[in-house]
């Protein structure tokens, strides 16, 4: 019977890198000035913007020439800005604009953009920014404004634009998160397929040489090796009262995860989740059947864009999925960018801790939420698999996980996530940060009657143990709760279950934590 079971449980990373991705968007929309962030502008809008002449004084002096030449067709729509007959600039209009020019950051000058659209090099359509955070699976956005139309106005009666909007948090997290993301992109090795036939053919005795475009060093590897087995008891306790229940991984995964969905179930539990969470338009989804993970979440065109893999949706899961991605990492990342440590800067500043492991055992905690068993068998056996691994080559993790889990390939994918970064895998090894699910989970779960949940959501990328000090300077307004955390007697019902079903008591969380 085991055998006609399909074994989803993948865990590659997306071939395409996305860590250099744009953050800017390219939808083709008018926005107000203070969405445009001039630093990232390209060269030739910062030129029509920031040329020695002023851009309106250049439309008012082609549009004045044209008029003497009699010619129909113009770049702009000229301002209707009285200029003296005879003169093409007089001296009090070139005092008018010098007036209205606005203060840049850097505190150089730049004249009024106007609502014109102008072709070639003069001006360009200025388009609304993205600020995009990614660490692993982790997303943090802007929320979207409203598109202006396109109307035309006088010169004088433009506005003064605020600063760019969120800008330094925007640069600064997506440089953070450029540099978390080129390790785990240096990590993963070249060759997986390659080395995967070999193991096979070896009869599961061989150890991976595994190669690396752009390999890292020892020291950054060696800070990376530290597993750690403090959580290591409670870990194979989650597994083994699984395997009482169920007889297997695999039987696991199919009396509680569900069956597979279709692709147009797929689009209609996306569609109601986005609903319920009122960000319906705001993530582009997308679902294959040639991604290898169960899902991602990447930077397509400038907009955040979520891949689902329709061969591992299953009914009772695919919401936990969602609930992970966006009412988590997805929430955290928008209210964080409104918080004074939306920067690396900040949050040096104010000494703040580590954001993982809150982000991800939140993240966690709310993938199996509202399930009807939530056993907590993911984030275990990565724990004890990257335990294991740090004393055990390559193969003999491999056999060692057969206690858990049956299928081969799933168990190949764990090995190899385990022992990422190395590559004579006969040597014992191991890259830890997959421990910090379950870590994350049993902290949050020590303190949940302590914890202030949407508190904790609504300061957006912060440690549970920085929210007290951090509640009197964080930003309140608009922030963005998903609406699974609202109720709040029901949310503490759900982690009380957790608890119960993986056999945690407060005693024992005390005693460790």
Same mark, same amino acid.
């Given at each position: 019977?085991?055998?006609?079971?399909?074994?989803?449980?993948?865990?590659?990373?997306?071939?395409?890198?996305?860590?250099?991705?744009?953050?800017?968007?390219?939808?083709?929309?008018?926005?107000?000035?203070?969405?445009?962030?001039?630093?990232?502008?390209?060269?030739?809008?910062?030129?029509?913007?920031?040329?020695?002449?002023?851009?309106?004084?250049?439309?008012?002096?082609?549009?004045?020439?044209?008029?003497?030449?009699?010619?129909? &067709?113009?770049?702009?729509?000229?301002?209707?800005?009285?200029?003296?007959?005879?003169?093409?600039?007089?001296?009090?209009?070139?005092?008018?604009?010098?007036?209205?020019?606005?203060?840049?950051?850097?505190?150089?000058?730049?004249?009024?953009?106007?609502?014109?659209?102008?072709?070639?090099?003069?001006?360009?359509?200025?388009?609304?920014?993205?600020?995009?955070?990614?660490?692993?699976?982790?997303?943090?956005?802007?929320?979207?404004?409203?598109?202006?139309?396109?109307?035309?106005?006088?010169?004088?009666?433009?506005?003064?634009?605020?600063?760019?909007?969120? /800008?330094?948090?925007?640069?600064?997290?997506?440089?953070?998160?450029?540099?978390?993301?080129?390790?785990?992109?240096?990590?993963?090795?070249?060759?997986?397929?390659?080395?995967?036939?070999?193991?096979?053919?070896?009869?599961?005795?061989?150890?991976? &040489?595994?190669?690396?475009?752009?390999?890292?060093?020892?020291?950054?590897?060696?800070?990376?090796?530290?597993?750690?087995?403090?959580?290591?008891?409670? #870990?194979?306790?989650?597994?083994?009262?699984?395997?009482?229940?169920?007889?297997?991984? @695999?039987?696991?995964? &199919?009396?509680?995860?569900?069956?597979?969905?279709?692709?147009?179930?797929?689009?209609?539990?996306?569609?109601?989740?986005?609903?319920?969470?009122?960000?319906?338009? @705001?993530?582009?989804?997308?679902?294959?059947?040639?991604?290898?993970?169960?899902?991602? *979440?990447?930077?397509?065109?400038?907009?955040?864009? *979520?891949?689902?893999?329709?061969?591992?949706?299953?009914?009772?899961?695919?919401?936990?999925?969602?609930?992970?991605?966006?009412?988590? /990492?997805?929430?955290?990342?928008?209210?964080?960018?409104?918080?004074?440590?939306?920067?690396?800067?900040?949050?040096?500043?104010?000494?703040?801790?580590?954001?993982?492991?809150?982000?991800?055992?939140? #993240?966690?905690?709310?993938?199996?939420?509202?399930?009807?068993?939530?056993?907590?068998?993911?984030?275990?056996?990565?724990?004890?698999?990257?335990?294991?691994?740090?004393?055990?080559?390559?193969? $003999?993790?491999?056999?060692?996980?057969?206690?858990?889990?049956?299928?081969?390939?799933?168990?190949?994918?764990?090995?190899?996530?385990?022992?990422?970064?190395?590559?004579?895998?006969?040597?014992?090894?191991?890259?830890?940060?997959?421990?910090?699910?379950?870590?994350?989970?049993?902290?949050?779960?020590?303190?949940?009657?302590?914890?202030?949940?949407?508190?904790?959501?609504?300061?957006?990328?912060?440690?549970?143990?920085?929210?007290?000090?951090?509640?009197?300077?964080?930003?309140?307004?608009?922030?963005?709760?998903?609406?699974?955390?609202?109720? $709040?007697?029901?949310? #503490?019902?759900?982690?009380?279950?957790?608890?119960?079903?993986?056999?945690?008591?407060?005693? @024992?969380?005390?005693?460790?934590?």
């Amino acid at each position: 019977m085991l055998e006609s079971i399909k074994v989803t449980e993948q865990l590659h990373w997306p071939e395409v890198d996305f860590s250099k991705k744009s953050i800017f968007s390219t939808a083709d929309r008018v926005v107000s000035p203070s969405q445009v962030c001039l630093e990232r502008l390209s060269s030739t809008v910062l030129q029509g913007l920031l040329g020695a002449g002023s851009h309106s004084y250049n439309v008012l002096l082609q549009a004045e020439e044209e008029k003497k030449q009699k010619q129909k &067709q113009s770049l702009c729509k000229r301002p209707k800005t009285s200029v003296r007959r005879g003169s093409a600039f007089s001296k009090r209009n070139r005092l008018s604009l010098a007036r209205r020019k606005t203060r840049l950051p850097d505190g150089g000058e730049k004249p009024m953009p106007t609502n014109c659209v102008l072709s070639g090099s003069n001006c360009s359509l200025l388009k609304p920014t993205r600020n995009l955070a990614i660490v692993g699976s982790k997303m943090g956005l802007t929320p979207r404004a409203a598109p202006q139309p396109l109307r035309k106005t006088s010169t004088q009666n433009v506005p003064r634009p605020g600063p760019p909007s969120l /800008h330094k948090a925007a640069v600064s997290r997506e440089a953070e998160s450029v540099k978390k993301l080129c390790i785990l992109t240096a990590i993963k090795p070249s060759n997986v397929e390659k080395e995967k036939d070999k193991f096979f053919k070896s009869d599961f005795n061989y150890n991976p &040489q595994f190669e690396y475009s752009n390999p890292i060093s020892a020291a950054i590897l060696a800070r990376h090796n530290n597993a750690s087995d403090h959580f290591l008891s409670q #870990a194979v306790n989650i597994m083994e009262l699984a395997l009482e229940r169920y007889g297997s991984y @695999e039987m696991f995964e &199919q009396l509680t995860g569900g069956n597979l969905l279709t692709k147009s179930r797929i689009w209609s539990s996306v569609k109601r989740y986005m609903e319920k969470e009122g960000c319906v338009g @705001e993530i582009v989804v997308q679902v294959t059947d040639n991604l290898l993970s169960r899902a991602s *979440m990447t930077v397509v065109n400038g907009r955040p864009t *979520m891949t689902i893999n329709a061969s591992s949706a299953r009914e009772h899961w695919l919401e936990g999925m969602l609930r992970h991605e966006i009412g988590t /990492h997805y929430f955290r990342g928008i209210n964080n960018c409104q918080q004074p440590w939306s920067s690396s800067v900040g949050r040096k500043k104010l000494n703040l801790k580590p954001l993982n492991p809150t982000e991800e055992g939140l #993240a966690s905690i709310h993938s199996v939420l509202f399930r009807k068993d939530p056993t907590l068998w993911r984030a275990a056996l990565l724990y004890y698999t990257v335990y294991q691994a740090r004393q055990m080559s390559f193969s $003999q993790l491999f056999h060692n996980l057969g206690r858990f889990v049956q299928d081969p390939n799933t168990r190949w994918d764990y090995c190899v996530r385990a022992k990422r970064g190395q590559s004579d895998t006969a040597q014992p090894g191991c890259f830890s940060k997959d421990q910090v699910y379950l870590e994350g989970i049993l902290k949050i779960l020590r303190y949940r009657d302590k914890i202030d949940f949407p508190v904790l959501m609504a300061l957006g990328k912060v440690s549970f143990e920085d929210v007290d000090r951090l509640k009197p300077l964080g930003q309140m307004e608009n922030v963005r709760i998903p609406h699974f955390m609202q109720d $709040q007697a029901r949310y #503490a019902e759900q982690l009380t279950k957790i608890m119960a079903v993986n056999q945690l008591t407060d005693e @024992e969380l005390k005693r460790l934590i």
